[in-house]
């Protein structure tokens, strides 16, 4: 089993930046890829970006390329998410996930992660 805890979510002006952090505890070594996900009221869960746990290659959605940056520590099991130039349609609920072998085409997709943290909230105002 894998647990995963999100901080560092609050509410910033358009513009301006957060950096959420996941730490995961339990069986962390059997963790091959980490994704963020986020979910705005009334959509679907959409992905963010992805970075493989060993190698540290990363994966990113169209749109938040060149302005979000993830990253993880592998001492402190530590997953991030740094978010600049953030905008209103950034706002959402920001879940990481734990799942199954790097494939960076794959690690797009919800099904391929096994777990999932609770989430935190990010709220972008124009």
């Known amino acids: 089993q894998v647990q995963l805890v999100e901080s560092g979510g609050g509410l910033v002006q358009a513009g301006g930046s957060l950096r959420l952090s996941c730490v995961a505890s339990?069986?962390?070594?059997?963790?091959?890829?980490m994704g963020w996900f986020r979910q705005a009221p009334g959509k679907e869960r959409e992905f963010v970006a992805a970075?493989?746990?060993?190698?540290?290659?990363?994966y990113y959605a169209d749109a938040v390329k060149g302005r979000f940056t993830i990253s993880r520590d592998n001492a402190k099991n530590t997953v991030y998410l740094q978010m600049n130039s953030l905008k209103p349609e950034d706002t959402a609920v920001y879940f990481c996930?734990?799942?199954?072998?790097?494939?960076?085409?794959?690690?797009?997709?919800?099904?391929?992660?096994?777990?999932w943290g609770q989430g935190t909230q990010v709220t972008v105002s124009s």
């Open positions: 970075i493989s746990w060993r190698v540290g290659n990363t």
């Open positions: 996930a734990a799942g199954a072998a790097w494939i960076a085409t794959m690690s797009s997709r919800p099904s391929w992660y096994n777990y």
């Open positions: 339990g069986r962390t070594f059997s963790i091959p890829t």
